[in-house]
Nanobody
Framework: QVQLVESGGGLVQAGGSLRLSCAATGGTFSSYIMGWFRQAPGKEREFVAA????????LYADSVKGRFSISRDNPKNTVYLRMNSLKPEDAAVYYCAARQPPRSDYAYWGQGTQVTVSS
């Protein structure tokens, strides 16, 4: 069973950048598909990005495509989310999650890291 801990959140001005990290312990990191999700106050949690086992396959929500980039470093058991050109509507708690095929759901979640974007 994998445990996930996010870091890197904070306050940034609109147009700025942040890089979130998610460190995994336990389990075999390279066997998990990793994803980032976010939840803003009063809104449902939404998908942001996902990356396959060795990083060759990535998927993004339309709202972040071209601005965010997901990557992973399997030897370091870490997944990253580089966020550029941040907008106030990107403000949310960002969660890292892990999915282990053949399961279709993300069974493992971190505690979240807050991203605040000032206009």
């Amino acid at each position: 069973q994998v445990q996930l801990v996010e870091s890197g959140g904070g306050l940034v001005q609109a147009g700025g950048s942040l890089r979130l990290s998610c460190a995994a312990t336990g389990g075999t990191f390279s066997s998990y598909i990793m994803g980032w999700f976010r939840q803003a106050p009063g809104k449902e949690r939404e998908f942001v990005a996902a990356i396959g086992w060795i990083g060759g396959t990535t998927l993004y929500a339309d709202s972040v495509k071209g601005r965010f980039s997901i990557s992973r470093d399997n030897p370091k058991n870490t997944v990253y989310l580089r966020m550029n050109s941040l907008k106030p509507e990107d403000a949310a708690v960002y969660y890292c999650a892990a999915r282990q095929p053949p399961r279709s759901d993300y069974a493992y979640w971190g505690q979240g890291t807050q991203v605040t974007v000032s206009s």
